[in-house]
């Protein structure tokens, strides 16, 4: 998945906008779709969620980029009475259903 098609704008997300995007998705809360343009390639442009794509990649992996990591967000989650480890957090983050939205070539 190419997150930086030509048209795409930068990384405007501060780490307010990713945590209440990494929250509501560990909440198991609706979260909007991901459009993506398949190419002739067969490689896919991101056309809609760049920003929620990137903020659940930066969590997921860890990433410095928006200070989203999992110690940060287990920390923050038992404050809200949650008292999921770190790995848990990881797993409820990879099995939350995020809708993709196919347009074809």
Not at 80 to 102: I, K, M, N, T, W
């Amino acid at each position: 998945i190419n997150l930086f098609p030509n048209y795409q704008r930068g990384f405007n997300w501060k780490a307010p906008e990713a945590w209440r995007l990494v929250l509501t998705v560990l909440e198991e809360r609706f979260v909007p779709a991901i459009v993506v343009h398949q190419k002739e390639d067969n490689t896919y442009d991101v056309v809609d969620g760049k920003q929620r794509l990137s903020s659940l990649l930066s969590f997921s992996y860890g990433s410095e980029a928006h200070e989203i990591k999992l110690p940060d967000a287990a920390s923050r989650l038992r404050s809200l009475g949650e008292d999921d480890c770190e790995l848990s957090l990881y797993a409820r983050l990879c099995v939350h259903p995020l809708p993709f939205l196919v347009l074809l070539r």
